[in-house]
């Protein structure tokens, strides 16, 4: 049974810094590689960035580029630094896992098969 775990979030001002963790864990579960996406209310689910453990490729969005960056290793452990955040980063949170082989970072949620329970951010201006 794969499982995936986020922790970390919290309530922050403008400004400020964040990290998020995330496990991934279980028998006969392997990554290829990890994303993660967000949820503001009344919002659709967007992704945030994600990585490849084959290549070492990383995906930002353009709304993250520069302040967000992703590290990790194969072995389940994976990051998310947050910095300069904003107010419109105030959202859910979730990491995801997928267990497929494929060429590059997806970035649509139908491609990870695994997903936390998500981390609420906020950031106050």
């Known amino acids: 049974q794969a499982q995936v775990v986020e922790s970390g979030g919290g309530s922050v001002q403008a400004g400020d810094s964040l990290r998020l963790s995330c496990t991934a864990s279980?028998?006969?579960?392997?990554?290829?590689?990890m994303g993660w996406f967000r949820q503001a209310p009344g919002k659709e689910r967007e992704f945030v960035g994600g990585i490849r453990w084959t290549s070492g490729s990383t995906l930002y969005a353009d709304s993250v580029k520069g302040r967000f960056s992703i590290s990790g290793a194969k072995n389940g452990h994976f990051y998310l630094q947050m910095n300069s955040l904003k107010p419109e980063d105030t959202a859910i949170y979730y990491c995801a896992a997928d267990s497929r082989i494929r060429g590059g970072v997806p970035a649509s949620a139908i491609d990870y098969q695994y997903w936390g329970q998500g981390t609420q951010v906020t950031v106050s201006s």
């Open positions: 279980g028998r006969a579960f392997t990554t290829y590689g």
